[in-house]
């Protein structure tokens, strides 16, 4: 069993990753934590994958000095993965999708919103730790008692987006160019990733991780 959650968080947290490059892809915009990490690589001259890292060191650091309980192995697997994977896939899928018409972009933003809340699934219902970013939600809400969790989530979510398109007009973007990081896309996935991350927990993630209970 310790091993099929290690497998399903390993798993997860790849497939999150490629859902990342295929949503920066898409330049529709990407969820909030995204619009933030995009703001900043625009501004800050280093690779996304290291940047990833050092913004998620940061943040663990907040956790371990607040409430270490959500940190776990999967937390670590994000840390350190998720960044590269999702630079080595935008980079791949740039080559491929040169000039992407709109067409193109809208269908990216479909399948990376099904891709991500796919690994989602997996990643959460593995239960092996959360990523630096859902703990601070976590310890705002459930150590600090400053509301309850969505609430908290929404006003983390918003200082992201705050935060992201802020560095992305400081590093000499365009207002016309906001939408690629904070648009249609960061606003499907505040409202629509729950109930089908919901509906992968259901039909994939909980009953593989209790396939092997049944044996």
Partial sequence: ?????????????????????VFKIAALGVDPFQSLMSGLSELIPISFGTLYVIVNLLLLTFSLLTDRSKIGLATFINLF?????????????QQLLPDPSMVVRAVCLLIGIVVICFGSALYMTANLGVSTYDAV????????????FQYCRIAADLVCVILGVGCFLLAGGKALDIPTIAGIGTIITAFFMGPL???????????????????
């Fill in 1 to 21: 069993m310790k091993f099929r959650r290690i497998l399903m968080s390993l798993c997860g947290v790849i497939v999150c990753a490629v859902s990342v490059g």
């Fill in 81 to 93: 993965l998720l960044g590269y994977i999702t630079e080595f896939t935008y980079n791949s899928l």
């Fill in 137 to 148: 939600a976590i310890v705002l809400s459930e150590k600090w008692k400053l509301g309850k």
């Fill in 197 to 215: 991350i919901e509906f992968f927990n259901v039909k994939v993630a909980r009953p593989w991780l209790n396939k092997e209970t049944r044996k």
